[in-house]
């Protein structure tokens, strides 16, 4: 079975907002996460979500980046 590829982004923001939970910013710290490792055009994915699925760190991190998904 294949993960829809918009489900494994969900995931991997999910668990990184995981891993980040003890910084004492951990919305701050899984954006920087995502804005240093993750493609533009990933970044854009997981915005168009609009934080279907994300936990609410998760939702956070992706709002701090202000990005717009792609039309």
Known sequence: MTMDPLDKLVA??????????????????????????????MRAQIAACEGEGLTKVARDAIARLGVRHAD
């Open 12 to 41: 991997m923001v999910n668990q990184i907002a995981r891993n980040l939970a003890h910084d004492g910013d951990p919305a701050g710290a899984t954006a920087a996460h995502i804005a240093t490792y993750w493609s533009p055009r």
